[in-house]
């Protein structure tokens, strides 16, 4: 029997993997395929998770306890959870995947040309339950960011696998009843992109459903600032068909994350006075990734949530990026099931939200 492939790159996997490679890498890979510019990178796979998990769970006793827990249970959420971590987290990687790893980390530090064993990546969570049409792990699981050098890594890679235990994502499970059995993680491990500006992109309004716009939110340096809300973020309004701006607003954006040049992750910063309450995206840039938000869709066949980036030091031809897309799940789930029963006069709607009788946030 042929041994499972640990690690894979982007153009050897599509939608179709997420078995393998869990939601985002399949849709990292999807993209690349797709023409679309992603940041160079590959795939820990599944294969390599579930090797791991055996080594230390050679019963499976791990998703057998976890299936017992209440979703409401925080205390026993959080003992199981800290217990099946801290075990992941002791375990040294299989030497195999360890030069696996290795060896693609050095293959995209020499495809991007740069010099020494130090170039930059983001070591992010791919569960295989994440990123589906009705059900987002986004935030749940790890994200690290400006990883350097191999050694780190791998030790970041098994952060990652552990990160699938974290209690927010456990209790998430537990109340959407997802079975233990078959979850795995996969470990995109891609070219970090330091960003002049970056942000989000909604194939359909996120605030309406409108499926006539794309809406774009964009702040100044790394997309985690935005993420973690330490910025209000500049907001626009793009009409698809006719590509009018049809809404701008550029909010006061105090704050940065900018790369730690000398460790690992991001440096939290003020921006520049003088940049504060400026535009973070010119017309043409704001255009271009409306373009490419609606060729998302429009390949997907469904409105998009979309991770982009703006790099600093490329030419304007060659500095946008996709970071990652996954389908958009609020208003994906309220057409799936009607949020109210129909009324015979549109504000007797509004009484029966306030009533408790119709729809879910």
Not at 264 to 273: N, T
């Amino acid at each position: 029997m042929t041994n499972p492939k640990l690690v894979s790159r982007f153009n050897e996997v599509g939608i179709n993997d997420w078995l393998r490679v869990g939601g985002k890498g399949a849709s990292l890979g999807e993209l690349a395929g797709a023409g679309i510019r992603v940041p160079q990178g590959c795939v820990v796979t599944t294969a390599a998770f579930e090797q791991f998990l055996a080594a230390i769970d050679p019963r499976g006793s791990i998703r057998r306890e976890i299936e017992k827990v209440a979703a409401d249970d925080l205390v026993a959420c959080t003992r199981v959870g800290a217990e099946v971590r801290a075990r992941l987290e002791g375990l040294t990687l299989p030497e195999d995947l360890q030069k696996q790893i290795a060896t693609h980390y050095d293959e995209l530090h020499s495809r991007v040309g740069g010099a020494g064993n130090a170039e930059p990546v983001a070591i992010r969570s791919s569960a295989t339950s994440e990123d589906s049409a009705y059900a987002s792990f986004a935030g749940l699981q790890d994200t690290y960011l400006w990883v350097r050098g191999v050694d780190s890594v791998i030790e970041h890679v098994r952060k990652c696998w552990a990160s699938l235990y974290a209690v927010e994502s456990i209790m998430y499970r537990r109340r959407l009843n997802l079975p233990e059995q078959g979850l795995a993680m996969g470990v995109v491990i891609q070219r970090m992109i330091d960003s002049r500006c970056s942000g989000v992109m909604f194939s359909r309004s996120p605030n309406t459903g409108d499926c006539s716009v794309v809406v774009v939110e964009a702040s100044w340096g790394l997309g985690s600032a935005i993420v973690s809300g330490e910025v209000t973020p500049d907001r626009y309004v793009v009409e698809k068909i006719t590509r009018e701006i049809v809404s701008r607003t550029v909010s006061t954006k105090m704050r940065m994350h900018r790369p730690n040049r000398v460790g690992v992750g991001v440096i939290d910063e003020e921006v520049p006075v003088d940049q504060q309450n400026t535009a973070c995206l010119g017309d043409d840039e704001l255009l271009e990734l409306a373009d490419i938000g609606k060729r998302v869709e429009r390949h997907y066949g469904c409105p998009q949530d979309i991770e982009w980036a703006i790099a600093r030091d490329l030419p304007a031809i060659e500095n946008t990026f996709l970071l990652q897309s996954r389908p958009e799940t609020v208003w994906a789930a309220k057409d799936a099931t009607p949020v109210a029963a129909p009324k015979s006069k549109p504000f007797d709607h509004v009484f029966s939200l306030l009533s408790g009788g119709a729809g879910k946030k």
